[in-house]
């Protein structure tokens, strides 16, 4: 038998509680700091420029309240770029979680060589912004760009993508839609993956069809994962960037003038701070009520395991 | 699985690996064209020359951009996989007051856009006198909500008892983390580190804001650069810098594809 | 020497209901106790306090003589096993089980030693360099007490360690558990649900229900005297038989036909028990009463025989087979001294029969 130690130290219970408080806190402080200090100082900071005229450099030089959103609602600019915004989001968000969805139920089948086919599908989640854009922005070369060699091919005539303002906005969604396929396809075939198989086989002793099983077994199970991706999809979609910058700099006739385009604009290029500001205050507004929502509708529809 | 079905599987299969994969396939074979090929709108190159590559090479410090893109992306990844282990053990395993509320304000900060915040973060970086510095690159992404989420996502499946098992013996919370939390957890701690470095690598809005120096710029924000100054002549030559900008994400990709299915789909579901 | 003293022990989480209610128990040092209980007793919470990984509500406990309900885990010189062991999946057998002794200041070499020693105890030497998913689950449960063993704490906790293994391996290990902590002189406090696991291992058992102690003993007097209905019915299997049965004047009635001599108690309604064994076949004598068999069970070594007593279901079990028809009439015999009473309303134990004097020196607490 051991011989019990003689000193053994009481600490009373709060005492304890408080030190785990400490410690907790401890190993959240490198987080806590940052997000203080990179995006809830500049959240409020943000609210906070939004409401004053500011000069070149950013700093405040006389409050105005409220006048960069009146200006901005009233401006045709910017009620292009929300348009353009939402005709974005319109475009990219339902075509792209459709196409990974197809893609995912098409790598989920049990084939030979499948993991070749499925590593292609999810190789666009290593393309970066400019790379991709580079990419397009030479696929859709009026004269020498493959578009248009495959348009001819049909008897169409040429077309100028990325000059025309009627097509701009779609020529750039076609590549976001691409880039984005990757990331979903990977998620959606992880979420495929859980569901468990012997609800397939059940469903197969009762003899039912590949569609039936697909509409009244996957979908609803993979409903959580694919309500993830809608959320994540329309919130990427919403922040769209790279692809305007380096394909078509918002215009042609300000018709691709996203609104982070436009932020980026303001902020950066013409110096208006406060309106830029602003913008960035109803882009949050957006992309909150979007998340909530989706939360919201969520909870109702979606079928957890 | 009928003959027939499986036909039809593999022509789909096919056609549509095809399809997304082609502008990649493209970018390949239009960089070993000579300038005079491009022009002509052909596909496949006559001949596979690296002059391409090598015109690349000399026309921006390509060489340069790729280091300091590794370097930024392997910070951020470093950063973001210590931060965000140290905080989803904090959440799973030391019970402290008002830890769900935190928990909550971690998760709502996947709802602040990161472009909102950054005229006043560029203010920061600036007046800190941290424009073009490696530092100013990476810090501000360092803590991340997803990745939190994910590695408690993984932390929780860890047996209690295991914790338990570790107090009894006297085993302090730090070693506990170092020593069973994250060996038990390696698979995990792959796929985020993965996922960090690959949107690190391909981050562009930030790097075009607090970069001006040459010998500061990102990979991405070279090629950019690159292609608005040859954009009419050297395709070929353009085709090359984007092909040397995702070879080394899509080696990553091809390498850690199985692991990021599935420890992405464990955070985003469960 | 005491090793354990706990003493009004309360528990509630977030002033919800009691999960214990005023416990006082003690174990004494080198002593084997088992707290037995229906899942939900609060046994496994009872055994998480005396670890320290969950705190009172009110209440002391005293280990090895000092006051140590608010130290920390590690400073109250125990072990633990854990229902799934709890062991690390990325370490090795021998890792698992030095595992924390670095922690307390032991030096590599005996860290070794001491690995190799309960591996030889345990008869692991052989798996020392394998991980925990190469072994089967009975070879997992050795490396778990192997962690206990080296830790050579002078208090060893088991919260229902063998619950995860086939009814063959646990049999076994029930044996190989004693002697080891014969063996170590360690005080042992085994939580468990199976009865059978608390009366062939321990030198006493505390039986726990909703919280509060309903007896505690060795394990035959729990058995033999169970203080109270709860005990009666939860201790030996099958349960014991229950029915109730009214008080006139001074008879018991049980049946129409079957009653038993009671002087100077009170009126009103009993409840008596008999257990299965006590139930035998009247071949010669006269039968106490007779049934019409329900159903039977022949199980090779042992018959078991149903058949209703009042509308309750009654079973009486025979040694040996034995083979009646269902419906068939058989006449049944029990002892007048195998009838326990019991308070219909609080289930207490009514008759004071008073336990063999030489069993005295340990209390029977109630």
């Known amino acids: ?305 | 699985m009928t003959m027939k079905k499986k036909v039809i599987l593999y022509t789909l299969l096919t056609v549509s690996a095809f399809l997304m994969f082609f502008p990649i396939l493209y970018a390949f074979l239009i960089s070993f064209m000579q300038g005079g090929e491009v022009l002509k709108g052909r596909i496949i190159p006559s001949d596979f020359s690296f002059t391409n590559y090598s015109a690349a090479m000399q026309k921006v410090p390509l060489l340069r951009y790729l280091f300091n893109s590794f370097v930024v992306a392997s910070l951020i990844m470093a950063g973001q996989v210590i931060f965000c282990c140290l905080a989803a053990f904090s959440f799973t395993f030391i019970p402290f007051k008002g830890r769900n509320i935190l928990f909550l304000i971690f998760i709502s900060t996947m709802m602040i856009p990161w472009e909102a915040t950054m005229v006043p973060n560029f203010q920061t970086i600036r007046s800190l006198g941290l424009t073009d510095t490696y530092f100013g690159l990476s810090v501000p992404f360092f803590a991340m909500a997803f990745g939190t989420f994910l590695l408690r996502q993984q932390f929780k499946t860890i047996p209690h008892e295991m914790y338990e098992a570790t107090q009894v013996a006297g085993v302090s919370r730090f070693q506990f983390l170092w020593k069973v939390v994250l060996p038990v957890s390696k698979t995990t701690l792959v796929t985020l580190a993965i996922y960090s470095f690959l949107t690190a690598w391909n981050m562009y809005l930030w790097p075009l804001l607090v970069t001006n120096d040459e010998q500061m710029r990102t990979v991405q924000i070279g090629l950019k650069q690159m292609q608005s100054q040859e954009v009419s002549t050297e395709w070929g030559v353009v085709m090359a810098g984007a092909v040397l900008v995702i070879l080394p994400t899509l080696i990553l990709l091809f390498l850690g594809q199985k692991r990021l299915q599935e420890g992405l789909t464990r955070g985003a579901i469960k | ?366």
């Open chain 1, 1 to 305: 038998m051991i011989a019990v130690k003689d000193q053994i130290r009481v600490r009373p219970k709060s005492k304890r509680r408080f030190s785990t408080l400490l410690e907790g806190l401890l190993y959240l402080l490198p987080s806590i700091l940052l997000f203080a200090v990179f995006l809830f100082y500049p959240m409020f900071k943000t609210i906070y420029l939004s409401l004053f005229l500011t000069d070149a450099q950013g700093n405040t030089q006389t409050f105005v309240g409220l006048e960069h959103y009146i200006q901005l609602f009233q401006s045709t600019s910017f009620l292009s770029s929300l348009k353009a915004t939402v005709l974005f989001v319109l475009y990219t968000v339902p075509a792209g979680v459709l196409l990974a969805l197809g893609l995912a139920l098409l790598a989920n089948q049990k084939l030979k060589g499948i993991g070749f086919f499925r590593t292609i599908f999810s190789s666009t989640m290593g393309m970066s912004v400019a790379a991709s854009s580079v990419i397009w922005l030479f696929i859709y070369n009026p004269t020498i760009g493959i578009a248009n060699t495959i348009i001819k091919t049909f008897g169409m005539t040429e077309m100028q993508w990325l000059l025309n303002p009627d097509t701009a906005l779609l020529s750039v969604a076609l590549p976001t839609i691409w880039m984005n396929t990757g990331f979903s396809f990977l998620i959606l075939l992880g979420g495929l993956h859980n569901i468990d198989s012997s609800l397939y086989e059940s469903g197969k002793i009762a003899g039912v069809g590949d569609f039936y099983s697909l509409r009244k077994i996957t979908l609803p199970l993979l409903s959580p994962t694919l309500l993830f991706i809608v959320t994540v999809s329309l919130i990427n979609s919403f922040q769209t960037f790279g692809q305007i910058d380096i394909l078509t700099k918002g215009g042609p006739m300000e018709s691709t003038n996203v609104i982070v385009y436009s932020i980026f604009k303001d902020a950066f290029v013409n110096f208006n701070i406060g309106s830029a500001s602003a913008q960035a205050v109803i882009l949050f507004t957006f992309i909150l009520a979007v998340t909530i929502l989706q939360f919201k509708w969520g909870e109702k529809k979606v079928h957890y395991q």
């Open chain 3, 1 to 366: 020497m005491k090793a354990i003293d706990v003493r009004n022990i309360n528990k509630a989480y977030h002033g919800e209901a009691m999960v214990l209610e005023d416990v006082s128990f003690e174990v004494q040092e080198g002593e084997f106790f088992a707290i037995v209980g229906p899942s939900g007793c609060g046994k496994s919470t009872l055994l998480r306090i005396i670890a320290g990984l969950e705190n009172v509500s009110a209440g002391t406990l005293y280990m090895n003589g000092e006051d140590m309900v608010n130290s920390r885990p590690n400073e109250r010189q125990i072990s633990m096993v854990f229902q799934n062991y709890a062991l690390f999946p990325h370490m090795t057998v021998a890792e698992n089980i030095v595992f924390g002794l670095h922690v307390k200041k032991i030096s590599k070499q005996q860290q070794k030693q001491r690995c190799l020693e309960a591996a030889r105890l345990l008869g692991l030497e052989q798996l020392l360099d394998r991980k925990p998913r190469e072994l089967s689950g009975g070879q997992r449960q050795r490396v778990a007490l192997g962690r206990a063993i080296a830790s050579e704490a002078p208090i060893c906790l088991m919260d229902e360690p063998l619950s995860n293994l086939d009814a063959k391996l646990r049999s076994k290990m029930r044996a190989e558990v004693r002697q080891i902590q014969r063996r170590l002189g360690m005080s042992m406090i085994y939580v468990t649900h199976d009865q059978v696991e608390a009366m062939t291992m321990a030198d006493r058992i505390m039986v726990l229900n909703e919280g509060s102690i309903q007896q505690i003993g060795r394990p035959l007097d729990v058995y033999n005297y169970p203080q109270n209905q709860f005990v009666a019915t939860f201790i030996g299997s099958p349960p014991m038989n229950m029915t109730k049965a009214t008080l006139n004047g001074q008879h018991i009635q049980l049946t129409d036909g079957w009653q038993v001599a009671a002087s100077g108690w009170e009126e009103g309604d009993v409840c008596a028990g008999v257990r299965p064994e006590h139930l035998t076949y009247a071949a010669e004598e006269p039968p106490t009463f007779t049934a019409a068999v329900e159903h039977i069970e022949i199980l090779g070594t042992e018959t078991l025989l149903m058949f209703r007593m009042n509308g309750e279901l009654w079973i009486a079990k025979w040694p040996g087979q034995w083979d009646f028809q269902e419906g068939e009439e058989i006449p049944l015999k029990v002892d007048e001294e195998h009838i326990h009473f019991f308070q219909p309303g609080t289930g207490r134990r009514i008759d004071k029969r008073v336990l063999p004097a030489d069993e005295m020196y340990m209390e029977a607490a109630l």
